[in-house]
């Protein structure tokens, strides 16, 4: 069923919001106040990083009138990684098929931006620890590499 954004009095037609996605990975070696924030950072991130227009946002409105704005029409796949190196490899997989994604790393979790930043760049990437990685794209591309992986529960 085709899902149509109301913007002012124009109305678009919304591309099958089956064709794309954005799909997070998690460690799921985290605290949950530890996942949602590794979540959080990188679900703005990417959003940020993705063209205008690439991804597709609706707002809906309630029986009184009320706004819910701007949510994603692409289905959001939030799944679980048993370790840092699944993560990993699913970057480098991103990475050489030119999609677009970001992540996260124990490096960014103590101090603040300024010191985080200094302390990914004292870390060789071998020994990073990946907490999570948020992508999106075409749904069958990135089937092809996050198939393995179990739903966050």
């Known amino acids: 069923m085709s899902v149509n954004h109301q913007q002012g009095s124009m109305m678009e037609i919304l591309p099958d ?3 794309k996605r954005f799909i997070a990975i998690l460690n799921k070696k985290m605290d949950s106040g530890r996942t949602l924030n590794v979540l ?3 679900s703005v991130g990417l ?4 063209p205008a227009g690439e991804a597709k946002y609706v707002n809906y ?11 994603s029409h692409y289905p959001f796949i939030v799944l679980k990684a048993d370790n840092s190196n699944k993560i990993r490899k699913v ?11 970001t992540d996260f790393t124990h490096t960014m979790i103590e101090g603040g931006s300024v010191i985080q930043q200094a302390a990914t ?3 060789a990437e071998a020994d990073l620890e990946y907490l999570g990685i948020c992508l999106f794209g075409d749904t ?7 198939k393995k992986f179990s739903l966050y529960k």
């Open 121 to 123: 760049a004292l870390t």
């Open 40 to 42: 959080g950072h990188i």
């Open 91 to 101: 970057r480098e997989e991103a990475v050489s098929r030119g999609i677009s994604f």
């Open 140 to 146: 069958s591309v990135l089937s092809e590499f996050t």
């Open 17 to 19: 919001e089956t064709h």
């Open 47 to 50: 959003a940020d990083l993705l």
């Open 61 to 71: 409105t309630d029986m009184d009138g009320n706004e819910h704005p701007n949510l």
